[in-house]
């Protein structure tokens, strides 16, 4: 079966890295990338920028340029960013723009979603810690489309997490080595309210996680979401 990986980071350091809260992470190039999933059917995926790249995009459009077709990229960008810049960055390959807000990041992001999105059809993507959905919730209304990082981190948050979805709202199945949520039964619970909300990523390399993607990752993803989140659901997000 195909795999479309959602959410892996890049860390190559021909380009710049900024230290995030005192952590820099090693080298993971696209090399390191391909090895790592090859024999996985991966034929695609999302290359997030990580709060160590702030807002560099130098890295990010060489390394689409190296994974070639079936890979886009999620970009971090200022709230000055210019609408030249999203058609470069969209033409490119960049599909979406993200707000993490778990490592520093300012709220004050969420607010250029409409206009992305009307710009270059750009959705949203957000690292959040889900208790915080109560007071977040209403600010992420703006959004057309919306995505959240890793189940949303926190067990403790799921009704509200499930509440986005209700609402239309994506879910990645990644990061299971940083979170603090039953992986099976949250995604039981999103897909029995909307089979195409949950797509997979590996998170791969796992910066900062307690442990990195492991391939039965995989196994319990399209278990207890279905075969469709491995690949059909972020073919239609991302376009």
């Known amino acids: 079966m195909p795999i479309f990986d959602a959410h892996f980071h890049v860390i190559d350091p021909r380009f710049p890295l900024v230290p995030n809260q005192g952590f820099l992470p090693e080298a993971f190039t696209v090399t390191d990338y391909l090895e790592r999933v090859a024999g996985l059917e991966v034929v695609g995926g999302a290359l997030v920028s990580g709060s160590f790249q702030a807002y560099d995009q130098t890295y990010l459009l060489d ?5 070639g077709s079936g890979f886009v990229g999620v970009a971090n960008v200022p709230t000055d960013i210019s609408d030249g810049e999203v058609l470069t960055l969209a033409e490119a390959g960049v599909r979406a723009y993200r707000v993490n807000l778990v490592r520093g ?5 969420v607010a250029l979603a409409p206009r992305l999105f009307e710009l270059a059809g750009w959705h949203l993507e957000v690292y959040l810690d889900a208790r915080d959905l109560p007071e977040l919730a209403p600010r992420l209304k703006v959004a057309p489309r919306l995505v959240i ?5 926190s067990q403790a948050g799921l009704p509200a997490l499930l509440e986005l979805v209700k609402a239309g709202a994506y879910v990645k199945a990644s990061g299971f080595g940083r979170i ?8 039981r619970a999103i897909a029995i309210i909307n089979p195409a909300a949950v797509v997979f990523g590996s998170d791969l390399p796992g910066t900062r996680a307690r442990r990195p993607f492991e391939t039965p990752d995989i196994d319990l993803v399209g ?7 491995l690949y059909e659901n972020a073919l239609a997000l991302y376009r």
């Open 223 to 229: 278990e207890a979401a279905g075969p469709r989140a």
């Open 180 to 187: 603090d949520v039953d992986a099976y039964s949250a995604l």
């Open 105 to 109: 990041g300012d709220v004050s992001q």
């Open 149 to 153: 990082d890793h189940l949303g981190m």
């Open 63 to 67: 390394a689409l340029a190296r994974l």
